[in-house]
């Protein structure tokens, strides 16, 4: 979401005659788009905003501009502690951007934005293939440890109509796969719920695949699932944040369903879409996680064996109920926790990996390899990365490769027989 936003800023500076530049001692602005989910994103904003100082010490007339969660919560007080930053607006306000660097407003935009599904800003995109497309902005769930309903206001769905329009748009530029982004997608209403809109979009011509993140739990409905298991462009994985395997502390949390229920969603999704890929996120050490709710998350990894997980350490956030809960727990506990989560988890996402050897698998072209730029790199429908042996195949070219290693993040494959689309 964060990227994407950021996509959205570079679209409106494009429109007011900037140009994108690797080299921030050449630059006239500088924007940090920040995130304040944990603390440590908080923590290594801080430490770039005083490099920032240094590059506009040497540079004179740079402008350096907050944005993003840490903007909405800090506002003014960025500018009283950091008294370089010329301006600081909010994930609400990208559209006053264009306002600041034509010196017509002053220096905070932090307004509840009311019409912001209403909007649609200009995108500069930073891939050809992939798109993120917003269908909703905000949250309403108020997860107890959680900041983004403070930071980025009550939830809003962007008309399905708009949707459209930018679906098309992309598709005539070329465009294959669409990732639809929300904080959580299942609770998208307008006209239509999320499975009237994945059915609209599924008979957009041009594109291949769609993606959607994040799916809440708690709202994941039989409608939906049946969708996923019809609908051949939508992809068979779904992002499914557990975070506790403990009812106690999923009430806690305020997540609205217990892991039963949740045990029994999966049932439904792997019944309907056996080759579904779920993943999830998981927090360890959450105030008042006994070890013996630690033992439950960590039985509930080895009974769903998600395909991948997301695990972070508890983080208390300034204004959230978790923050001040009893029995916050000390970090060595929850380093510990957390490490234990991991290697029981990797050993898990391994396995799965390797069930795939032998098997063959649609991916779609991303470019050269990460790592080895001897490699090509894509993604199965299942969200798996894949490198192939490079070939002079196109960036967003739909083939079929021969699974030949499962290994812990990634795939290695070769092109199969069947590379040919029929
Ligand atoms: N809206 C999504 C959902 O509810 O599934 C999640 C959005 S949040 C940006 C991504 C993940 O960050 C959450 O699922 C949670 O695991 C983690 N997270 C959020 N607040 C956190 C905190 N205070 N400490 C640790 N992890 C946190
Ligand atoms: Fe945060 Fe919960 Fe909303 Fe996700 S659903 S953004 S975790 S409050």
Not at 17 to 35: Q, R, V
Not at 341 to 351: A, F, H, R, Y
Request: charged share 30%.
């Amino acid at each position: 979401m964060n990227v994407h936003d950021s996509e959205k800023m570079l679209g409106i500076l494009e429109q007011h005659g900037y140009a994108e530049t690797k080299d921030p001692h050449s630059a006239d602005l500088i924007i940090f788009n920040t995130c304040s989910i944990r603390q440590k994103a908080e923590q290594k904003f801080y430490s770039e905003l005083g490099k920032a100082r240094a590059f506009k010490k040497k540079t004179p007339g740079m402008q350096i501009a907050v944005a993003g969660c840490i903007a909405q919560q800090e506002g003014e007080n960025i500018i009283r502690k950091a008294p370089f930053v010329s301006f600081v607006f909010g994930p609400q306000n990208i559209h006053m951007l264009g306002n600041f660097v034509s010196g017509r407003i002053a220096a905070t935009a932090l307004d509840d934005n009311r019409e912001i599904e209403q909007r649609d800003l200009p995108v500069k995109r930073t891939d050809e293939v992939r798109a993120w497309v917003t269908i909703m902005y905000g949250c309403n769930n108020f997860c107890s440890f959680c900041i983004v309903p403070y930071t980025r206001g009550r939830e809003r769905s962007r008309p399905a109509k708009n949707i459209l329009a930018e679906v098309r748009e992309l598709a005539e530029k070329g465009y294959k796969e669409i990732t639809l982004l929300g904080q959580n997608v299942n609770s998208y209403r307008s006209d239509m719920n999320f499975p009237g809109l994945l059915r609209m979009l599924d008979r957009v011509g041009g594109i291949e695949r769609i993606r959607y993140v994040t799916s809440h739990p708690r709202d994941l409905s039989d409608e939906l699932i049946a969708v996923i298991g019809d609908l051949p462009k939508v992809c068979e994985h779904i992002h499914l944040p557990l975070q506790s395997g403990s009812n106690k502390i999923l009430r806690l949390m305020n997540r609205g369903y217990s892991f039963e229920e949740y045990v029994q969603k999966v049932l439904k999704l792997r019944d309907r879409i056996p080759d579904i890929s779920i993943t999830t996120d998981i927090i360890a050490g959450f105030p008042g996680e006994t070890e013996d709710d630690h033992i439950l998350t960590m039985d509930a990894l080895e009974k769903i064996e998600f395909d991948g997980i997301f695990a972070f350490k508890f983080s208390p956030r300034r204004g959230t109920n978790a923050s001040a809960l009893e029995n916050q727990l000390p970090d060595g506990i929850t380093s510990v926790r957390l490490s234990q989560i991991l290697e029981t988890q990797n050993k898990i996402t391994e396995m799965k990996n390797r069930l795939l050897e032998g098997t063959f698998q649609e991916i779609l072209i991303e470019g050269e390899g990460k790592t080895d730029e001897k490699k090509l790199t894509g993604r199965t429908r299942t969200n798996k990365i894949v490198n192939i042996p490079w070939s002079d195949t196109a960036k967003g070219t739909l083939i079929f490769v021969e699974i030949i290693k499962g290994k812990q993040h990634s795939l290695e494959g070769r092109l199969s027989a069947q590379d040919q689309r029929e």
